[in-house]
């Protein structure tokens, strides 16, 4: 059980199901059976409880940087930024505020201001996470701070067509190649090499699935000669081809908006109260 107070900020990254309950054993209504007011078809108000004024935020996040993926791979199952203690306090409150107002009114550009608000605290929430929290002092999370592991797993998605070797990395960050790569391994939990490969299949799955790009553009953006070379590297590492992803994403719906990424629910209150 985790006790939060008005003004925190929650991140489930893994998209677990949870509850939210006003006192530890109340019970908790089962969501889609909450009396709902649509907003818009984006955003809908659900009220719930006798009287009060809580008020509870909730946004669902799509993450569609390869980077994104690998971070909310990691533990933990929930990210809970106490607001009170941040030195961000005051803007994160004001934030959440800002976005409850919005959600109720909705005015013309509202939904694109609630949506780039939920990003900023979502990333805030990760940042918090990666600055404070002591497991992200390892692994994938604390190679990113090292100084020149960093500046390398930075590198590879800035130019995803280049040719990466442990050599030119290594150069790059001012190290040598023999001690690049076994820090490199010792910190990230696998070879630089395979790592910068996994990362464009990463960014060709997602383009895959949604763009119209053909495997000759996806093998020339990635820096591959040719489709054959391309699609044996993506199903050694992805597991399945290139097209098959394909057409499974094209015979999916098309239910995301592309200029909004986030769902917010704003609810008077979300939390059943205690009576």
Same mark, same amino acid.
């Given at each position: *059980?985790?006790?939060?107070?008005?003004?925190?900020?929650?991140?489930?990254?893994?998209?677990?199901? /949870?509850?939210? *309950?006003?006192?530890?054993?109340?019970?908790?209504?089962?969501?889609?059976?909450? #009396?709902?007011?649509?907003?818009?078809?984006?955003?809908?108000?659900?009220? /719930?409880?006798?009287?009060?004024? #809580?008020?509870?935020?909730?946004?669902?996040?799509? @993450?569609?940087?390869?980077?994104? /993926?690998?971070?909310? %791979?990691?533990?933990?199952?929930?990210?809970?930024?106490?607001?009170?203690?941040?030195?961000?306090?005051?803007?994160?409150?004001?934030?959440?505020? @800002?976005?409850?107002?919005?959600?109720?009114?909705?005015?013309?550009?509202?939904?694109?201001?609630?949506?780039?608000?939920?990003?900023?605290?979502?990333?805030?929430?990760?940042?918090?996470?990666?600055? /404070?929290? #002591?497991?992200?002092?390892?692994?994938?999370?604390?190679?990113?701070?090292?100084?020149?592991?960093?500046?390398?797993?930075?590198?590879? #998605?800035?130019?995803?067509?280049?040719?990466?070797?442990?050599?030119?990395?290594?150069?790059?960050?001012?190290?040598?190649?023999?001690?690049?790569?076994?820090?490199?391994?010792?910190?990230?939990?696998?070879?630089?090499?395979?790592?910068?490969?996994?990362?464009?299949?990463?960014?060709?799955?997602?383009?895959?699935?949604?763009?119209?790009?053909?495997?000759?553009?996806?093998?020339?953006?990635?820096?591959?000669?040719?489709?054959?070379?391309?699609?044996?590297? @993506?199903?050694?590492?992805?597991?399945?081809?290139?097209?098959?992803?394909?057409?499974?994403?094209?015979?999916?719906?098309?239910?995301? %908006?592309?200029?909004?990424?986030? +769902?917010?629910? +704003?609810?008077?209150?979300?939390?059943?109260?205690?009576?």
């Amino acid at each position: *059980m985790r006790v939060k107070r008005i003004g925190d900020l929650a991140l489930v990254p893994h998209g677990a199901g /949870h509850w939210l *309950m006003s006192a530890a054993g109340v019970p908790a209504a089962k969501l889609f059976d909450l #009396p709902r007011e649509a907003v818009s078809n984006r955003y809908e108000i659900l009220r /719930h409880g006798q009287g009060g004024t #809580p008020t509870t935020i909730c946004a669902l996040e799509r @993450f569609d940087h390869p980077a994104a /993926h690998r971070l909310i %791979d990691l533990p933990p199952k929930l990210i809970r930024v106490d607001t009170w203690q941040s030195p961000e306090m005051e803007w994160i409150q004001s934030t959440l505020r @800002f976005i409850a107002a919005e959600a109720q009114q909705l005015n013309a550009g509202g939904e694109t201001v609630i949506t780039r608000l939920a990003d900023m605290l979502v990333i805030q929430a990760v940042r918090a996470r990666i600055a /404070h929290a #002591p497991a992200a002092q390892t692994g994938w999370l604390g190679a990113l701070r090292d100084r020149q592991i960093g500046r390398a797993i930075a590198m590879i #998605p800035r130019d995803p067509s280049s040719n990466w070797t442990v050599a030119t990395l290594a150069d790059r960050v001012g190290m040598s190649r023999s001690a690049f790569s076994a820090r490199f391994t010792q910190l990230v939990g696998e070879p630089a090499m395979h790592y910068a490969v996994r990362w464009k299949m990463q960014a060709a799955l997602t383009q895959l699935q949604e763009t119209d790009a053909s495997l000759t553009e996806l093998a020339m953006r990635l820096g591959y000669d040719s489709d054959a070379a391309f699609s044996r590297a @993506f199903k050694r590492i992805v597991g399945v081809a290139p097209g098959a992803v394909r057409r499974n994403a094209r015979m999916q719906p098309d239910d995301v %908006d592309p200029q909004s990424k986030s +769902n917010i629910s +704003n609810s008077d209150f979300f939390l059943r109260r205690a009576s």
